[in-house]
């Protein structure tokens, strides 16, 4: 899937409406549109113009993915193209289309044929763009299949290499898959054929010859029995001596191993690389160069090509992780993590800090960027050097479009590695930077509306080529934005938002391999008029740890740090999104707040948490003897607004023996013990209960949902069994309570898409009480990241004057 934006609205659909549509084009891609959602998806193309330029825009990015004679014959499309701009066609038009994507390819899949029965030139124009994309370039074979007519065939891979599936051996517990659709698990297996997409986080695939690519988020690669092909993204392969020949295509070109580590990257600009760290490989790039045939690299060589350009560079793995791993790495000590600050009140410019080209004036409100009577461009660049690939650059700004009444469109931009000179392109290009990567806020002349921008500009001659979102307000003479880019060297950021009302942002991201010819920040002015330009901050994040192999990279992806950062994010997401967060506690002092949390029994503040039990002798839970707690002091009531509680659990190594392990939370909970003959008495004596016992899979007990309306007396209100892994020990967890039902969802963070969750009505009539963490001795469980979040409702409920009395 190519690259789209995040949370924008493409052209005029709103936001439910643009993702509605995403999902549909990506069924489509994958071959996985049924026939009601084929009738949606034509409906959506014959009554929203919105919508086909989206779809168009979506298989147009895929055509990047096609060899170098099939961009020729998409460029026959371009007919259709303009006229699905127009909305109109004449009949015979759409009678050549329907004969152009027969012609094409006479095996399309279902899902595509199906839109041929659709009556519209846009929609027919659309099936044939695509069809051309999954013909050329995902059925028929790889891009270079013309274009490099010298080179030899690659060795093939040994047959026992050749298997059909592929194991997915690491998901990262913070990974976000392209689609809701899709979601996999550790250990699921994939077929050959099989496209897999991540948004952020990382995967690891294992072959049968043992080889293994950890692909890096965000990243497309469809999966094949000796390599794949990687149409978006990174990833690194350690090839082992039975996958001799593993093979990685991308858009424009192909990666052939011959024993050896190594790195390839696609960007969203049609450039695509290959790093070697071991070992040696054969690059054919595709492309615009006549005659491009094999070429030989060996550890330590890096290669970049495009349709127009091939760079030969030195390898660097740090490319291929700071997508993701980047926060995570251990620092070096190499960089300072150096910042740079300035309001420009102090008169003249600092010229330690700053270079100024074109019309940059201090004022007592900021930097003026450009005037009135500029025709060109205006800068304030970096005395300094920022180089991303040592640490990830943030830049951040206010700014104002100062005149009351736009002249010509605004514009303004921050650009990062970037030179301090201008270009030599052709207008309207000729006064931007000679190179740089590029993030805009525009007006939008054809639409009035506002444009984001993103793009790269690679030599001094060129233009600059880029990506632009629309469906925006437009820029405000008067309003004051902030404007972030973060730039780690691949991966770049751009967020634009109001800045008193940062809520109301929007953010685009882009993927970018263009290595600076220089690291210079700048801000940039329109080309005319002029804007404000306040509170100018530069921050770089210090140097990581240097990565060298495979094992490094799988190492720290499988750090307990790194781990726990993930089941962080994790956490993040199953928080409610209109709540009030009233409790939250790392335990990371030592002690235990007393003032926050009671404890009966062995509640002790250990690792970072709070373990709860202790061993005993038997190795197993003892049901019968009374459970340690941690409580809130603070009693909370569901009435008030529904209760959400979250938390990360790990239990002890002998969580599965015999009875295992128990975790359980209670709300609405007083702080005594229970009576009675049985376990009730080991519990407290009121409250609603929500119980994770592991080892109960064949009891069909795993999670349970239990009411304890009195003192000696327990009810049980729901089960769930579910197949738990014997080697995972850590889980997240929440908790639902409206004072009405209840709800138990437990995760394992490495099967991140498989959520277990059991629900109940409850009856149990009293509302006030603690929230309550249990665990039984035998087998400890240690607490940690316990939140507690309480929703606010819109109308607060009357309770009648007994209630309150009752209370």
Same mark, same amino acid.
């Given at each position: 899937?190519?690259?789209?934006?995040?949370?924008?609205?493409?052209?005029?659909?709103?936001?439910?409406?643009?993702?509605?549509?995403?999902?549909?084009?990506?069924?489509?891609?994958?071959?996985?549109?049924?026939?009601?959602?084929?009738?949606?998806?034509?409906?959506?193309?014959?009554?929203?113009?919105?919508?086909?330029?989206?779809?168009?825009?979506?298989?147009?990015?895929?055509?990047?993915?096609?060899?170098?004679?099939?961009?020729?014959?998409?460029?026959?499309?371009?007919?259709?193209?303009?006229?699905?701009?127009?909305?109109?066609?004449?009949?015979?038009?759409?009678?050549?289309?329907?004969?152009?994507?027969?012609?094409?390819?006479?095996?399309?899949?279902?899902?595509?044929?199906?839109?041929?029965?659709?009556?519209?030139?846009?929609?027919?124009?659309?099936?044939?763009?695509?069809?051309?994309?999954?013909?050329?370039?995902?059925?028929?074979?790889?891009?270079?299949?013309?274009?490099?007519?010298?080179?030899?065939?690659?060795?093939?891979?040994?047959?026992?290499?050749?298997?059909?599936?592929?194991?997915?051996?690491?998901?990262?517990?913070?990974?976000?898959?392209?689609?809701?659709?899709?979601?996999?698990?550790?250990?699921?297996?994939?077929?050959?054929?099989?496209?897999?997409?991540?948004?952020?986080?990382?995967?690891?695939?294992?072959?049968?010859?043992?080889?293994?690519?950890?692909?890096?988020?965000?990243?497309?690669?469809?999966?094949?029995?000796?390599?794949?092909?990687?149409?978006?993204?990174?990833?690194?392969?350690?090839?082992?001596?039975?996958?001799?020949?593993?093979?990685?295509?991308?858009?424009?070109?192909?990666?052939?191993?011959?024993?050896?580590?190594?790195?390839?990257?696609?960007?969203?600009?049609?450039?695509?690389?290959?790093?070697?760290?071991?070992?040696?490989?054969?690059?054919?790039?595709?492309?615009?160069?006549?005659?491009?045939?094999?070429?030989?690299?060996?550890?330590?060589?890096?290669? +970049?090509?495009?349709?127009?350009?091939?760079?030969?560079?030195?390898?660097?793995?740090?490319?291929?992780?700071?997508? &993701?791993?980047?926060?995570?790495?251990?620092?070096?000590?190499?960089?300072?993590?150096?910042?740079?600050?300035?309001?420009?009140?102090?008169?003249?410019?600092?010229?330690?800090?700053?270079?100024?080209?074109?019309?940059?004036?201090?004022?007592?409100?900021?930097?003026?960027?450009?005037?009135?009577?500029?025709?060109?461009?205006?800068?304030?660049?970096?005395?300094?050097?920022?180089?991303?690939?040592?640490?990830?650059?943030?830049?951040?700004?206010?700014?104002?479009?100062?005149?009351? +009444?736009?002249?010509?469109?605004?514009?303004?931009?921050?650009?990062?590695?970037?030179?301090?000179?201008?270009?030599?392109?052709?207008?309207?290009?000729?006064?931007?930077?000679?190179?740089?990567?590029?993030?805009?806020?525009?007006?939008?002349?054809?639409?009035?509306?506002?444009?984001?921008?993103?793009?790269?500009?690679?030599?001094?001659?060129?233009?600059?080529?880029?990506?632009?979102?629309?469906?925006?307000?437009?820029?405000?003479?008067?309003?004051?934005?902030?404007?972030?880019?973060?730039?780690?060297?691949?991966? &770049?950021?751009?967020?634009?938002?109001?800045?008193?009302?940062?809520?109301?942002?929007?953010?685009?991201?882009?993927?970018?391999?263009?290595?600076?010819?220089?690291?210079?920040?700048?801000?940039?002015?329109?080309?005319?008029?002029?804007?404000?330009?306040?509170?100018?901050?530069?921050? +770089?994040?210090?140097?990581?740890?240097?990565?060298?192999?495979?094992?490094?990279?799988?190492?720290?992806?499988?750090?307990?740090?790194?781990?726990?950062?993930?089941?962080?994010?994790?956490?993040?997401?199953?928080?409610?999104?209109?709540?009030?967060?009233?409790?939250?506690?790392?335990?990371?002092?030592?002690?235990?707040?007393?003032?926050?949390?009671?404890?009966?029994?062995?509640?002790?503040?250990?690792?970072?948490?709070?373990?709860?039990?202790?061993?005993?002798?038997?190795?197993?839970?003892?049901?019968?003897? +009374?459970?340690?707690?941690?409580?809130?002091?603070?009693?909370?009531?569901?009435?008030?607004?529904?209760?959400?509680?979250?938390?990360?659990?790990?239990?002890?190594?002998?969580?599965?023996?015999?009875?295992?392990?128990?975790?359980? &939370?209670?709300?609405?909970?007083?702080?005594?013990?229970?009576?009675?003959?049985?376990?009730?008495?080991?519990?407290?004596?009121?409250?609603?209960?929500?119980?994770?016992?592991?080892?109960?899979?064949?009891?069909?007990?795993?999670?349970?949902?239990?009411?304890?309306?009195?003192?000696?007396?327990?009810?049980?209100?729901?089960?769930?069994?579910?197949?738990?892994?014997?080697?995972?020990?850590?889980?997240?967890?929440?908790?639902?309570?409206?004072?009405?039902?209840?709800?138990?969802?437990?995760?394992?963070?490495?099967?991140?898409?498989?959520?277990?969750?059991?629900?109940?009505?409850?009856?149990?009539?009293?509302?006030?009480?603690?929230?309550?963490?249990?665990?039984?001795?035998?087998?400890?469980?240690?607490?940690?990241?316990?939140?507690?979040?309480?929703?606010?409702?819109?109308?607060?409920?009357?309770?009648?004057?007994?209630?309150?009395?009752?209370?």
């Amino acid at each position: 899937m190519p690259p789209a934006p995040d949370h924008t609205t493409p052209d005029s659909l709103t936001a439910a409406e643009a993702h509605e549509v995403h999902v549909l084009c990506d069924r489509l891609h994958d071959g996985l549109l049924s026939a009601d959602e084929s009738a949606r998806l034509n409906e959506w193309l014959g009554q929203r113009p919105a919508a086909r330029s989206y779809y168009l825009r979506f298989v147009a990015l895929h055509r990047d993915l096609l060899a170098s004679d099939g961009k020729r014959r998409f460029g026959e499309a371009e007919l259709l193209r303009d006229l699905v701009a127009s909305d109109g066609a004449p009949n015979d038009t759409c009678e050549a289309s329907a004969s152009m994507l027969a012609l094409l390819n006479p095996e399309t899949p279902a899902s595509v044929r199906a839109s041929r029965r659709v009556v519209g030139v846009w929609q027919l124009a659309a099936a044939v763009l695509l069809a051309m994309t999954l013909s050329l370039f995902w059925v028929n074979g790889s891009p270079d299949e013309n274009t490099v007519a010298t080179a030899p065939e690659p060795t093939p891979a040994p047959a026992e290499s050749v298997a059909r599936e592929v194991t997915l051996s690491h998901v990262s517990p913070g990974v976000v898959w392209r689609s809701a659709l899709e979601t996999h698990h550790t250990g699921a297996t994939l077929d050959a054929g099989r496209s897999i997409g991540i948004a952020a986080g990382e995967v690891e695939l294992t072959y049968s010859s043992g080889t293994k690519i950890m692909l890096v988020g965000p990243a497309e690669f469809l999966v094949e029995p000796a390599g794949g092909k990687l149409a978006r993204g990174g990833l690194v392969a350690s090839v082992t001596e039975a996958g001799h020949g593993f093979t990685i295509e991308t858009p424009n070109g192909k990666v052939v191993d011959l024993g050896t580590e190594f790195g390839v990257a696609v960007d969203d600009f049609g450039v695509s690389e290959v790093n070697v760290f071991k070992g040696k490989v054969e690059a054919f790039p595709g492309g615009g160069v006549s005659q491009r045939g094999k070429i030989e690299l060996n550890r330590g060589d890096g290669l +970049q090509w495009s349709d127009r350009d091939l760079v030969k560079l030195s390898a660097d793995l740090h490319r291929f992780t700071s997508a &993701v791993l980047g926060r995570d790495l251990p620092h070096s000590g190499a960089g300072d993590g150096r910042s740079l600050v300035d309001r420009f009140r102090e008169g003249a410019l600092d010229t330690r800090k700053w270079r100024a080209l074109g019309d940059a004036t201090t004022s007592p409100v900021g930097l003026r960027l450009g005037s009135g009577n500029s025709d060109g461009r205006a800068y304030l660049l970096s005395a300094s050097e920022f180089d991303p690939a040592l640490g990830a650059v943030t830049v951040s700004c206010d700014l104002r479009f100062e005149s009351p +009444q736009l002249v010509g469109p605004a514009s303004f931009s921050i650009l990062t590695r970037s030179v301090d000179e201008r270009g030599v392109a052709a207008a309207p290009w000729g006064d931007v930077l000679a190179s740089c990567t590029r993030c805009s806020f525009e007006s939008d002349p054809d639409s009035a509306g506002g444009l984001l921008r993103t793009g790269v500009k690679l030599e001094s001659n060129r233009e600059v080529n880029s990506i632009s979102w629309s469906g925006f307000s437009p820029p405000v003479p008067g309003v004051w934005y902030r404007v972030r880019v973060r730039d780690d060297g691949v991966n &770049v950021t751009f967020t634009v938002s109001p800045r008193d009302a940062p809520a109301d942002g929007e953010t685009v991201t882009f993927r970018s391999l263009f290595r600076g010819k220089a690291n210079h920040v700048a801000v940039e002015g329109p080309s005319t008029g002029a804007v404000l330009v306040d509170r100018v901050e530069i921050s +770089q994040e210090p140097a990581t740890a240097p990565i060298a192999t495979y094992g490094d990279l799988i190492s720290l992806v499988l750090s307990e740090p790194r781990l726990r950062r993930q089941e962080t994010l994790l956490l993040d997401r199953l928080a409610p999104p209109d709540a009030e967060l009233i409790v939250r506690d790392g335990f990371d002092d030592g002690a235990i707040n007393q003032s926050r949390w009671a404890t009966l029994e062995a509640a002790t503040a250990v690792e970072g948490g709070v373990r709860l039990g202790r061993p005993n002798e038997d190795g197993h839970i003892d049901t019968w003897k +009374q459970r340690p707690y941690l409580l809130t002091r603070r009693a909370l009531d569901p009435r008030d607004g529904a209760l959400t509680i979250l938390g990360r659990i790990r239990f002890a190594d002998n969580f599965l023996s015999g009875y295992g392990a128990s975790f359980a &939370v209670m709300t609405r909970a007083d702080r005594q013990r229970g009576q009675g003959p049985g376990w009730e008495h080991s519990v407290l004596q009121r409250g609603v209960r929500m119980n994770f016992w592991p080892a109960a899979v064949n009891l069909e007990h795993t999670l349970e949902v239990h009411e304890k309306p009195t003192v000696n007396s327990v009810s049980l209100l729901a089960t769930h069994g579910v197949e738990v892994d014997p080697n995972a020990r850590s889980y997240v967890f929440r908790v639902e309570d409206d004072g009405r039902r209840v709800a138990l969802t437990v995760v394992d963070p490495l099967r991140p898409g498989e959520a277990m969750t059991v629900a109940s009505d409850s009856a149990y009539e009293s509302h006030e009480g603690a929230v309550a963490f249990e665990s039984c001795w035998g087998s400890p469980v240690l607490l940690d990241d316990v939140r507690i979040y309480q929703s606010r409702p819109a109308t607060p409920p009357l309770p009648a004057d007994s209630d309150r009395g009752e209370r």
